[in-house]
Antibody
Framework: QEQLVESGGGVVQPGRSLRLSCAAS????????MHWVRQAPGKGLEWVAV????????NYADSVKGRFTVSRDNSKNTLYLQMDSLRAEDTALYYC???????????WGRGTLVTVSS | EIVMTQSPVTLSVSPGERATLSCRAS??????LAWYQQKPGQAPRLLIY???SRAAGIPARFSGSGSGTEFTLTISSLQSEDSAVYYC????????FGGGTKVEIK
């Protein structure tokens, strides 16, 4: 069945970098735009970034623009999020999500936790 | 940025009763509105898209309505497994979520 599995989270100091991965299976990964959405502890959902099916188009939330980079490898069915210059406010559970044509999300992973702390 | 406001913050409903959740957009989002259910420790699950279309496998007791700036999610006969936080999300202009409504079983 369709599945998304995130990895790469952990504890990192402010100003450092981290790369998240999301492995997709059970669907034609290369046909879909993919998103990252995050949820700070005890808080609501915040959309972070999107990448088009072929990787040519990317868009970011203002809160991460210039610091985060989304990419994908369709040969490996994998989505990535490179996070640089991390801040305490980036602490969150990061979900990858499959775009359903428009910018809503019909499949989510279980998330990977990123904690930015000194 | 389009701001989404959900009300109430918490809703307590008896089993078998109707639950009505509201979502308001700061400007028109046409029908580009989705609803998600999130249970503790789980990822969100898509319930409704296009304001009123049920996602695959979603029970018929969940229905969505509205357009423009005012939207409603209705659970016609609340079941114990419906206890969760519900989020609305607009996708007319990028994507923004409401703050959520927690549905409790009375």
């Amino acid at each position: 069945q369709e599945q998304l599995v995130e990895s790469g989270g952990g504890v990192v100091q402010p100003g450092r970098s981290l790369r998240l991965s999301c492995a997709a299976s059970g669907f034609s990964f290369s046909n879909y735009g993919m998103h990252w959405v995050r949820q700070a502890p005890g808080k609501g959902l915040e959309w972070v970034a999107v990448i088009s099916y072929d990787g040519a188009g990317k868009n970011y939330a203002d809160s991460v623009k210039g610091r985060f980079t989304v990419s994908r490898d369709n040969s490996k069915n994998t989505l990535y999020l490179q996070m640089d210059s991390l801040r305490a406010e980036d602490t969150a559970l990061y979900y990858c999500a499959k775009g359903a044509g428009n910018w809503y999300f019909d499949l989510w992973g279980r998330g990977t936790l990123v904690t930015v702390s000194s | 940025e389009i701001v989404m406001t959900q009300s109430p913050v918490t809703l307590s409903v008896s089993p078998g009763e109707r639950a009505t959740l509201s979502c308001r957009a700061s400007q028109s989002v046409s029908s580009y509105l989705a609803w998600y259910q999130q249970k503790p420790g789980q990822a969100p699950r898509l319930l409704i898209y296009g304001a009123s279309s049920r996602a695959a496998g979603i029970p018929a007791r969940f229905s969505g309505s509205g357009s423009g700036t005012e939207f409603t999610l209705t659970i016609s006969s609340l079941q114990s497994e419906d206890s969760a936080v519900y989020y609305c999300q607009q996708y007319n202009t990028r994507a923004t979520f409401g703050g959520g409504t927690k549905v409790e079983i009375k």
